[in-house]
């Protein structure tokens, strides 16, 4: 059995490829919707577990004019990774919830 080197330098190129690639801001905005949330008492979901669409779009726009305001991207950008990071948000608070 021939011996086969291993170039490292490309396996774990290929690893890091393969992770997923979080957008820009979204974790910025969803520490943003967490703390909102928490101080204001905002309950992204509701006591039967099921997502208040309400409380979720309305944290969305928030943090997608704190993102713009801050990168000066478009709406329809901002309004992405606002609605990405309400929905991760809504998402571990439903799992938090449920334990």
Do not use: C, Y
């Not at 909102?36 to 928030?62: K, N, Q, S, W």
């Amino acid at each position: 059995m021939p011996n086969r080197s291993l170039n490292w330098s490309a396996a774990l190129r290929g690893l890091n490829a393969d992770r997923i690639q979080v957008a820009p801001g979204v974790r910025t905005a969803r520490s943003l919707i967490d703390g909102m949330a928490r101080i204001r008492r905002t309950a992204l979901v509701t006591p039967t577990g099921a997502f208040d669409r309400a409380a979720i779009m309305a944290a969305a726009v928030e943090a997608a004019k704190a993102h713009q305001r801050r990168h000066g991207t478009t709406w329809s950008a901002a309004m992405s990774i606002g609605l990405t990071a309400a929905w991760a948000s809504a998402r571990a608070a439903r799992a938090a919830a449920k334990h």
